[in-house]
């Protein structure tokens, strides 16, 4: 793959989007994606500093959620603030990050994507309901570099 931009569509890309928004209508929960080429780190090493670059970690409720990935090297991780962590069982990820894991090996990205956001939304739910006064802490759009 030439450049990162390469790895979704344009339609691609508004259908997480969509993922995303429908997601959070569950949730307070923030969900985002970040695509970068490569990474000579862990995963979630790199998911760590991204995160903090994208500035999750200062939501209100310490409820973001990061969905990784560096394309050339088809790596992956979800990463969870540490509001999640501490209100959800340690297993809490295991089924999303499966579920992607399995359909990225498919080559169905898109749809891997999708279904992870969209079951971390409803699994959100449970911890983190969705309040009427909520506001969208972090953009939807997907973060590239």
Known sequence: MSKVEDFL?????QEIIEAIRLAEQNTSGEIRVHLEKTTDKEPLERAREVFRFLKMNETEQQNGVLFYVAVDNRK????????????????????????????FKDGN???????????????????????KDDKNELPDSISLS
């Open 76 to 103: 992956f991780s979800i990463l969870g603030d540490k509001g999640i962590d501490i209100a959800v069982p340690d297993d809490f990820w295991d089924s999303v990050k499966n579920n992607v894991i399995t359909a």
């Open 109 to 131: 990205y898109t749809q891997g994507l999708k279904e992870g956001i969209l079951e971390t939304g409803a699994k959100l739910k449970q911890y983190f309901p969705y309040q």
């Open 9 to 13: 569509t344009k339609a691609e890309e």
